[in-house]
């Protein structure tokens, strides 16, 4: 059996299967139900589609992913030259609010009195997306865009739908266009640079990531991808600043999640620091009692330094929280032999390979995923 010494970033990485298909690239995707990083890159399409088309404010997306927004106050997103149009901006705000008949049935007398503007082409194609119609809103930006291709928040929108349709080139060409038109939103610039790290191009995500925390200092999921990003590029003393001014800025801001403990305390612990990942992860699994990840990483930690008690207690709450998760019954299976328990470790084993088994099934659920914001 493999031993449990620490990983590369790059073994850590394929080992959380992440891979070009992860938002429709070239290569086969591995689910890994538990690792944080692999969840913070599924989880992206979903705040992008989010955040971008306005479906939601960002105080409600904080609450919805646990913590994974920074809280904002919320959002209205129109096109931009609606201006103090009451009625355009009522229509947006049924929209966002669900109510979408009401919103279809303002928006057909609107267009009666007005004829199609590409403002209201840009919210027929927002109810549509609420529809969860893709396709149809995709065509009906078409027609907003050749009524007027100066608005970053029809741009967005596109991005919006070209993720759910598995179409990243077209995404991130809209996003490219969004911040050429929006040089100062740095939610198009976080999702460009998540759009790249998850593609697997760290070297253009980090300057898009860095312009992102620049327009925005407080934003702490930009300068989580930022960690990730740096430390793909083995820059991996930038990425513990990184980390740890996430985690001030978590600290200060009231933020939930344990993304900031658990990535630094995961990068430390695959540099062999483990008195110093310590700490961080144990405030990881304060803020999260239900991240494998978290218990799995304590766990090496505590059986590398002879706690067998400990690790196989850490271990337990893993299984507590996902009994699939397969990584909690191989370590389990190595403790149990350094504890003498034969039998036991041999059942661990023998479940972590069928379960290995069930894995290669799994087809990416973010390639194909229908989200209803």
Same mark, same amino acid.
């Given at each position: 059996m493999a031993n449990l010494a620490p990983e590369s970033g790059r073994q850590s990485r394929? &080992?959380?299967?992440?891979?070009?298909? %992860? *938002?429709?690239g070239q290569d086969g995707f591995r689910h890994s139900t538990g690792s944080a990083r692999a969840l913070l890159c599924k989880i992206w399409p979903v705040l992008a589609i989010i955040i971008l088309s306005g479906c939601l404010p960002l105080s409600q997306a904080l609450i919805a992913f646990g913590g994974m927004v920074a809280l904002r106050e919320p959002q209205i997103q129109t096109p931009s030259s609606t201006g103090n149009d009451g009625r355009l901006n009522e229509i947006n705000r049924l929209i966002d609010s669900g109510d979408l008949a009401r919103a279809r049935k303002m928006l057909a007398e609107e267009t009666a009195l007005r004829g199609d503007t590409y403002q209201t082409l840009f919210l027929e194609a927002k109810i549509l997306f609420r529809e969860q119609r $893709?396709?149809?809103?995709?065509?009906? %930006?078409?027609?907003?865009?050749?009524?007027?291709? &100066?608005?970053?928040?029809?741009? !967005?929108?596109?991005?919006?739908?070209? *993720?759910?349709?598995? =179409?990243?080139d077209i995404a991130e060409q809209a996003l490219k266009t969004a911040a050429q038109l929006s040089p100062n939103d740095y939610l198009v610039f976080f999702h460009l640079g998540a759009l790249y790290y998850t593609?697997? =191009?760290? +070297? +253009?995500?980090?300057? #898009?990531?860095?312009?992102? #925390?620049?327009?925005?200092?407080? $934003?702490? +999921?930009? =300068? %989580?991808?930022?960690? %990730?990003?740096?430390?793909e590029l083995s820059q991996e003393r930038s990425a513990v600043d990184c980390y740890l001014q996430a985690i001030q800025l978590a600290e200060r801001s009231g933020f939930k999640g344990e993304q900031p403990y658990l990535f630094l305390g995961r990068l430390l612990y695959r540099q062999s620091k483990l008195d110093e990942s310590l700490p961080y992860l144990q405030k990881a699994a304060q803020a999260n009692s239900q991240s494998c990840e978290v218990w799995c990483l304590l766990a090496r930690i505590h059986s590398a330094r002879g706690r067998e008690t400990e690790a196989v207690t850490a271990l337990d709450q893993c299984t507590e929280a996902d009994p699939k998760y397969s990584e909690a019954h191989y370590l389990l299976s190595r403790v149990y032999v !350094?504890?003498? &328990?034969?039998?036991d470790a041999a059942k661990e084993l023998a479940q972590f390979q069928e379960l290995k088994k069930l894995e290669k099934n799994i087809k990416d659920p973010r390639k194909n995923q229908r989200v209803t914001p």
């Open positions: 394929a &080992r959380m299967g992440l891979t070009h298909k %992860l *938002i429709g $893709y396709r149809e809103s995709m065509k009906i %930006l078409e027609r907003s865009l050749s009524l007027n291709q &100066r608005d970053a928040e029809v741009f !967005k929108l596109v991005a919006s739908n070209a *993720i759910l349709l598995n =179409r990243t593609d697997s =191009r760290f +070297p +253009p995500a980090q300057p #898009v990531l860095e312009k992102s #925390v620049n327009l925005n200092p407080e $934003y702490i +999921p930009a =300068r %989580l991808f930022l960690g %990730l990003t740096l430390e !350094k504890q003498g &328990r034969t039998e």
